[in-house]
């Protein structure tokens, strides 16, 4: 095949492949950026020789605004059509080059916010989908941070655990690709061959009615609890307990060196954590939760891989982990690797779906032409992370305050966190809602604060520091999620990201000065999403300016005998 093999090592892990007609491209954007220049040369002129009616300085004004926003958009798009490439990885040939045993630890964060708006049922199926992954279940923790601090987020996956002793060997049994139960149950391959596949439904199903159930009654009844150790557990949840007010709960649900599923075998760790909360210190949302997910984590398994993912978006594919090893485990590719990202995916969108959901531009197109540059920007989810690029730039290690939760801390395998109650009380102290004041955490550390989309301003400090990512985009999605399915979810959605893509374009890493400066092209990619909101301001000019104009008898476009 075309294209460099990136390794040393034979067979090759990945390859890259420069997408061809580039160069076209290229000659394409000289032409029409001189095209673009001709345009705003005749609306500059109509404002300042032709005119001297006010009304038509008015419009001529809108339309030159307008012209050229449109123009500086174009002009970002290009940093997308420079230099794109495809690569391709082969995760069969992972085990050539690298044993299993040394495959390095996966830790995977879930996290939730409501009970409500994100069914306990959906977020359970999310982690199950990353639980059951081919990878060495000894290597394998899921956190799960709750920042609606729910008793019924927490009963779901209490059953979760239970029913996982079920569902892990039965999808290394049959050897499944879907090991999301919903999906799988759902799915036509359930339907079909696997004879004990009747008993593990109703195994799903039961877990599901008492779930839903649970949820409905608004609260874990006595009749749902068996046993004092899950007493003990609820009884975290006491009378004063809000969502915006409580101390931190960590449940260890399940725990690699003592749980084993009903075959034998070795269970992930599943972690259960709610931060504290309180209504004097800031919360910061999403990239809160995940910064108190690293330091927990540290604390307790400290993999030097982290997945990122938001509740609703489920694993399609077991051997996803194995495909991000062949960009981590390559020596030509690992040198600066922040993270792997995939695209988001949706499930179930409608081919003539009106809002167009999909995004296509964003988490595909725009995608191959960065990762050409310094990579793909992060979308929040799907993200595997080396955990050493969130504590300071490729050259400069950044120390946290503590050494248990440095990038390289060992945690000692052979005590396990159930018999380690200073381990657990240290995993509470950092998730404290203080525990940040006075240290460098969103700042210099993790995942950085300042702006509603944290995961576009973190990727972007992340490569402004010098480190790079790569898209990975299987035939086979890795990942799938939900969209949003009405139109005030979506509008709201996209207020949040317009205003928090604003605020980076205002604040003083603005892509086009200081992005561009230190990184060129890349800055300019980014400058393109920063100012997205922007895009607004054409499309209501050229959207009612023409017919108002045409009314009162103005003439927008320029008569042939003019010229
Ligand atoms: O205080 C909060 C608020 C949200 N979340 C979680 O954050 C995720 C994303 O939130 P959502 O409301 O689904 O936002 P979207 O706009 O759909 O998400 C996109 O945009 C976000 C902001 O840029 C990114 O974080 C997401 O990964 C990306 O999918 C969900 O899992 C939430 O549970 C929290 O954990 N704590
Ligand atoms: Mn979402």
Known sequence: ????????????????????????????????????FALLYHRVETLTIRSRNPLVLVVSFCLLLSDVILALMWATTQAFRMRPIHRREFPGNLQKVVRPREFPALDVFICTADPYKEPPLSVVNTALSVMAYDYPTEKLSVYVSDDGGSALTFFAFMEAAKFAAHWLPFCRKFNLMERNPRAYFSSSSSTSTHACCSEIKMMYESMKVKVEHVVESGKVGDENITGDREREAFSKWTDDFTRHEHPTVIQVLLETSKDRDITGHFMPNLVYVSREKSKTSPHRFKAGALNVLLRVSAIMTNAPMVLTLDCDMSS??????????????????????????????????????????????????????????????????????????????????????IPQLHPNHVVDKDKPIHESPAMLSLAHHVAGCNYENQTKWGSKMGIRYGSLVEDYYTGYLLHCEGWRSIFCNPDRPAFYGDAPTTLVDLLNQHKRWAIGLLEVAFSRYCPITFGIRTMGLMGLAYAHYSFWPIWSIPIMVYAFLPQLALASGISIFPKVCHH
Do not use: W
Request: charged letters at 20%.
């Open 1 to 36: 095949m075309r294209g460099k093999s990136s390794g040393t090592e034979i067979p090759p892990l990945n390859t890259t492949e420069p997408i061809r007609r580039t160069a076209l491209n290229r000659v394409f954007a000289v032409v029409y950026t001189c095209a673009i």
């Open 316 to 401: 399609n594919d077991p051997q996803t982990p194995l495909r991000v090893l062949c960009y981590i485990s390559d020596p030509a590719t690992r040198p600066n690797l922040s993270f792997v990202q995939f695209p988001q995916r949706f499930r179930g969108l409608s081919k003539n779906d009106i809002y167009a959901s999909e995004f296509k531009r964003l988490f595909l197109i725009n995608f191959l032409g960065m990762d050409g540059l310094k990579g793909p920007n992060h979308v929040g989810t799907g993200a595997f992370f080396c955990r050493r690029s969130l504590f300071g730039s490729p050259s400069t290690l950044i120390s946290p305050e």
